[in-house]
């Protein structure tokens, strides 16, 4: 089960991935990262631009929407210029409070400009199988749920590619 504020209808909810690269530092696969939040809200009901889209709860709302790096192993580089715990410089931070964020600038940036989150989550589920806006994630899991193709508790639709892709 998860919980507020992921599970309002009224949000665009963030899961989380892992991005795994090469010896070279090149992207070479995105999975579903362990402390991705998911699943059906125990109270919110679903609305209808998650009707018709298997792997959501029949009749709950079901987050995440979609996903972005939020692995700290993986996560992304920040640079600080004062000194926190004997840490400075570059550091590599990651969670839902980065891929959230992440996310919301992803979204601005594609321009739809919707009227409200609930257009905008429509558009999201609409272009769901679009492979060149979201790339499907059917590895990793997280706390009882696993990642699959299609929807899943742990990705949402998947991962946005924004406007150039990772």
Not at 93 to 105: I, K, M, N, R, Y
Not at 115 to 142: C, K, M, P, Q
Request: glycine content about 16%; charged content about 15%; overall charge neutral.
């Amino acid at each position: 089960m998860n919980g507020y504020p992921s599970v309002s209808p009224y949000i665009v909810s963030a899961g989380g991935t892992t991005i795994n690269r090469n010896s070279s530092g090149a992207f070479t696969s995105e999975t579903g990262w362990s402390g991705s939040g998911g699943g059906p809200s125990k109270y919110e009901t679903k609305l209808s631009y998650q009707n018709n889209v298997a792997g959501t709860s029949s009749t709950k709302r079901s987050a995440p929407d979609l996903s972005f790096d939020a692995d700290p192993n993986s996560g992304v580089s920040v640079y600080d210029s004062t000194q926190c715990q004997g840490h400075s410089g570059w550091l590599v931070f990651g969670g839902t409070s980065v891929s959230s964020p992440s996310l919301a600038g992803i979204v601005n940036l594609a321009g739809h400009f919707a009227a409200n989150t609930v257009s905008e989550l429509g558009t999201i589920y609409a272009n769901r199988a679009n492979t060149a806006d979201f790339r499907d994630i059917r590895l990793g899991t997280a706390g009882s749920f696993s990642a699959k193709a299609g929807y899943d508790f742990v990705t949402g639709v998947g991962s946005d590619l924004g406007l150039s892709g990772k």
